[in-house]
């Protein structure tokens, strides 16, 4: 489902990743590290956002692996090693979906290293995440039009949807690829080929 949103943003958030879990002391192992965790920047954007939302049937996942392994613990019948891979790829099809609508829109499939309370965020419009789930684990990327230094956006080929299928993505205009603000850009002041 794809919902217009309004993000619930708190500094408090991205240190989420930093509480102990079994195994993790100091937290995730990926925190400051990979790219799309935490801590990272909001996203410069303008006009609408929408929250990209996919349910996986988290209850059925433990119910099958139950039936398959009997003797398993409680722990690794809910263990994500096994249900988010499939959660993810449900996720990301909805977002390709969302950009073949919404080529001008950037997507964050990880708002909450940027400090987005997504919790709170959704439980604006009525949906509820189970922490930790119980019957529904709901999988959340924010869609953004990205706000460019100047407005003016140009286009790099080579997004391509699994289908084969290409949808544009933005970049900066040619004399905004040098700005300070922006250190990811392209080296090319003209259209690159992904």
């Known amino acids: 489902m794809i919902l217009e949103v309004t993000p619930i943003i708190s500094p408090l958030i991205p240190s989420l ?41 988290f209850w059925g996942h433990v119910e099958h692996m139950r039936s398959l392994h009997p003797l398993w613990s409680d722990r690794q019948l809910r263990c994500c090693l096994y249900w988010q891979p499939r959660a993810r790829k449900v996720l990301k099809s909805e977002i390709l979906a969302f950009k073949h609508l919404h080529p001008d829109y950037g997507i964050d499939p990880t708002p909450e290293a940027a400090g987005v309370d997504v919790t709170q965020t959704l439980k604006t419009v009525g949906i509820v995440l189970e922490w930790p789930p119980v019957r529904i684990a709901r999988q959340v990327a924010l869609g953004y039009l990205t706000a460019l230094p100047c407005g003016d956006r140009i286009s790099i080929r080579g997004n391509k949807a699994s289908s084969g299928t290409s949808y544009p993505r933005q970049t900066l205009c040619p004399e905004c690829v040098n700005a300070d603000e922006v250190k990811d850009s392209p080296k090319s002041k003209t259209e690159v080929q992904a």
Do not use: M
Not at 22 to 40: A, D, E, F, I, Q
């Open 17 to 57: 990743c930093q509480r102990p879990y079994p195994n993790h002391p100091r937290g995730c192992p990926n925190y400051g590290k990979k790219r799309g965790c935490p801590p990272r920047p909001l996203w410069n954007h303008q006009g609408s956002i929408y929250a990209i939302v996919t349910e996986f049937d």
